[in-house]
């Protein structure tokens, strides 16, 4: 992965974006991420339950980094009933909880539906292709994320700004919701609102239709990255010296140095809250 430790977090998404298929590419010629997507191509197609999915740790590992949930990996009893439960019983394991990124997993699988248990097909090539893209989407999101968090923020609503349709599905995120708190001057103390009193807030700031634009989108991603900036400011260097020296492209071969001259970026804090 390239370094932006130290740059600020426009700078360092610049960066990142005029970098992002090679930093990919690099990521699907690792070794270890080879022999992980291996394993799971091999023996995905032979699980037919979530049963056997969490007993197979090397796959059941897999789909939950592709997923965003390594951290509740151990969490297999849990992983287990949630994959089992019926998606349209209210009181069901799966509807009782908030993260949105159960509900994601739960519905790519599919081995529970509204009829019932069902074995899915998981040798279909485009389930495939998804569960592997989100895989190195996600590392590629993830290990940024652990550089700079601002721009780990920024990467998530990106991915995920396509699928909003309420605001009901930003407050099931921790970082979009921490995304649109900044970037609408909304108090972070909003959080300990019930559901409905945040979503009203949010209304009021902001018209989520507006997302299909993609100039809105860019207006919120600037104001989010100059507001953390000014709140949690990352350390800014030259840009330009930096950037020399980070990274090269491999174009045909051969190996030449790229150069973004990003200007300098000055503005006064108080201003953005305006």
Known sequence: MISISGLGSSTALKLIDATRDKQLELMRNSAANKRAEEAFRDRIGDITTPEELVADFEVYSYVMRAFDLEDQIFGKGLIRKMLESNPTEPSSLLNRLTDSRFR?????????????PQTPDLTDPDFLSDVITRFYNRQYINENDAQNETVGTVLEFRDKVGDISNWFEVLASEKLTNFFQV?????????????D??????????????LADPAEREKLISKYVAISDAINPQGFQANSIAL?????YNLGGQFVP???DVAAITF?????YR
């Not at 009193?197 to 507006?210: T, V």
């Open 197 to 210: 009193r945040q979503k009203s807030l949010l209304q009021e700031k902001f018209d989520i239709e507006k």
């Open 104 to 116: 994601e997993m739960h519905l790519t699988l599919g081995f529970t539906t509204e009829e019932g």
């Open 268 to 272: 006064s804090a108080s201003r953005l």
């Open 183 to 195: 970037a609408l001057s909304l108090p972070t103390q909003m959080s300990a609102f019930d559901l």
């Open 258 to 260: 790229i150069t973004i």
């Open 244 to 248: 020399d020296l980070l990274q090269s």
